[in-house]
C-alpha cells in the first residue's frame, strides 16, 4: 500500500530501485576480469588493454642531439676564443661526427644529429654570422641550449606503459621508439547481443501496421564495434519465455557478456527477468534513473547478464552507465570516468522527484562560460534528440526544477578520465 502511494504522478520514488551508483559499484565488483593475453604486433594494438606493465630497455634519446639545425659549442672554449669559431665538420641525422670539440673549434649540426660529448650549448644557424670556415657567435647564451639529453624523456628500465591502459597512437609511438615489435594485451572479451519483442521486424522486410523496425541491435552494434571485442549479433527473440531461454542458454555458452535489449520492465510480455531467474542469478533489476528504470543484471553460467531496456535512448544511456564500465572492468582497464562540467542552463527544465534524470543537451562555450539547451523531446523513445546532443543534463533524484539562467552539471559526451 505505501508502495503505490508513493507512486503517485508527483514522485518517481520506488523502493526497490537502487540508485545508479550502487548499482555501479554492484557490477564492478562482481565482474573479475580476464586473466588470458596474447601477444600481438604493435601495428595491430590500436585500442587493446595492455596486460602487464611496459619497461623501457634504453634511454630515450638514446644519444645526446641537437633540437635545432645550428652550431654546437663548449661555452669555455668559445668565450676564450671571443665568440668567433672555426667550422670543423658537420654532423648530420643518422651520419654522426662523434669526436670531441678541441681549442676553437665548433661544428655544424642538424636536428636530431649526435653531438660531441663536451659540447653545452647549440646556437641556432639563424642567430650567427658566417664568413667562410669562421663562424661569428652571439655572446647571450644559455648552458645547455638546444640539447636534448639521453633519458630525458624515458630513462632505460623505467615503466613505460601501465597495465590496464588502452593503447592509443601515443603508446604505439613510444613502443616504436624502444624498438618493441610486440605488446601482450588482454584478449578480446566474446559479448553477444540480441533484440527482444513481438513488434520487432528486420530492416530487410516491410513494415506491417503495428511493427517496427529493430533498431537497438544497430545502436548497440555502434557502441560495441569501438571497443576491443568479439561481437556476435544474435538477432531477435520473440516475446516468449522458452524461446528466450533457449537463446541466452546458447549464448551463455560463449559469451563473456550477454547484452538484451526489451521485455525486461513489467509488462505482460516481459520475460527477461524470468528467464533470467530460471537460468541463472538475478543481481537487481531496477536502477532509479531516467531513462532506463528498468535494468536486469545477472549472471548465466559463466556470462555477465545484462537486460537493457527496449526504448533505444535507455538503452544507449544504461549501455554507456553501467555496460560501459562493466567491459572496462572484464578487460582489467584502468577505472575511468565521465568528465563533469557545470554549465548555465539555457532552458526552464522540470523532472519528477525520485530519481536522476539524464536528459539530452547541446553544450556550448563562450571565453568565460558553458551553457547547455534541451535538445528537444526527452520521451526515451526519441532519438532524434539524442543525435542532436553532445551531451547529458544530469539532474539529481531531489530536483524537480531548473530555471533558465541555474547551473547545471553536463556531462560531454566521450571523455573519459
Ligand atoms: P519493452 O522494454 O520491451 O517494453 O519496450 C519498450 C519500447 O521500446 C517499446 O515501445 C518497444 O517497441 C521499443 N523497442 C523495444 N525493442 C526495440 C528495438 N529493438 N528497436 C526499437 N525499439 C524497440
Ligand atoms: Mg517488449
Redesign the pocket.
Known amino acids: 500500500m505505501i508502495k503505490k502511494l508513493n507512486n503517485t504522478c508527483m514522485n518517481e520514488f520506488d523502493p526497490d530501485a537502487l540508485d545508479e551508483v550502487s548499482a555501479i559499484g554492484k557490477i564492478i565488483n562482481s565482474i573479475k576480469s580476464l586473466i588470458k593475453h596474447e601477444k600481438i604486433e604493435i601495428g595491430k594494438s590500436l585500442g587493446r588493454v595492455i596486460s602487464r606493465d611496459i619497461k623501457s630497455t634504453l634511454d630515450i634519446p638514446n644519444f645526446k642531439n641537437s633540437a635545432m639545425d645550428g652550431y654546437a659549442v663548449n661555452l669555455r672554449l668559445l668565450k676564450l676564443n671571443k665568440y668567433v669559431m672555426r667550422q670543423k665538420a658537420v654532423s648530420y641525422a643518422g651520419k654522426p661526427y662523434s669526436k670531441k670539440l678541441l681549442n676553437n673549434e665548433t661544428i655544424k649540426v642538424m636536428t636530431g644529429s649526435v653531438i660531441p660529448e663536451n659540447c653545452d650549448a647549440v646556437i641556432m644557424k639563424e642567430m650567427v654570422d658566417v664568413e667562410g670556415m669562421s663562424i661569428y657567435f652571439p655572446k647571450n647564451i644559455q648552458k645547455n641550449q638546444n640539447i636534448r639529453m639521453k633519458g630525458e624523456d624515458i630513462k632505460k628500465k623505467s615503466i613505460v606503459i601501465k597495465k590496464g591502459e588502452v593503447i592509443n597512437h601515443t603508446h604505439m609511438g613510444i613502443l616504436s621508439s624502444l624498438g618493441i615489435r610486440e605488446v601482450p594485451v588482454v584478449i578480446k572479451p566474446i559479448v553477444s547481443f540480441f533484440?527482444?519483442?513481438d513488434?520487432?521486424i528486420s530492416i530487410n522486410k516491410k513494415l506491417r501496421r503495428g511493427m517496427?523496425y529493430?533498431?537497438?541491435?544497430y545502436i548497440l552494434r555502434g557502441l560495441l564495434e569501438r571497443l576491443p571485442i568479439i561481437i556476435r549479433d544474435m538477432g531477435v527473440v520473440k516475446d516468449n519465455e522458452k524461446a528466450l531461454m533457449n537463446k541466452l542458454t546458447l549464448c551463455s555458452k560463449t559469451s563473456d557478456i550477454i547484452i538484451t535489449?526489451?521485455?525486461?520492465?513489467v509488462?505482460d510480455a516481459?520475460y527477461i527477468k524470468i528467464a533470467l531467474a530460471k537460468l541463472g542469478k538475478i543481481n537487481f533489476w531496477k536502477i532509479a534513473i531516467k531513462p532506463g528504470r528498468p535494468l536486469a543484471y545477472g549472471k548465466i553460467n559463466k556470462s555477465y547478464f545484462f537486460g537493457l531496456?527496449?526504448?533505444?535512448v535507455s538503452a544507449v544511456v544504461t549501455f554507456q552507465l553501467f555496460v560501459g564500465p562493466a567491459i572496462d572492468k572484464l578487460m582489467g582497464r584502468k577505472e575511468s570516468k565521465h568528465i563533469t562540467i557545470k554549465a548555465i542552463s539555457q532552458n526552464n527544465l522540470s523532472k519528477k522527484k525520485g530519481r536522476v534524470e539524464y536528459k539530452r543537451g547541446y553544450l556550448k562555450q563562450d571565453d568565460n562560460n558553458n551553457f547547455v539547451m534541451s535538445t528537444g523531446l526527452q520521451g526515451s523513445?526519441i532519438l532524434t534528440s539524442l543525435e542532436k546532443a553532445n551531451c547529458y543534463i544530469r539532474l539529481g533524484a531531489n530536483v524537480s526544477k531548473v530555471k533558465k539562467g541555474d547551473n547545471v552539471t553536463v556531462i560531454p559526451f566521450n571523455i573519459k578520465i
Open positions: 533484440s527482444t519483442g513488434e520487432l517496427i529493430d533498431s537497438n541491435r535489449t526489451g521485455g525486461v520492465s509488462g516481459d531496456p527496449g526504448n533505444p523513445n
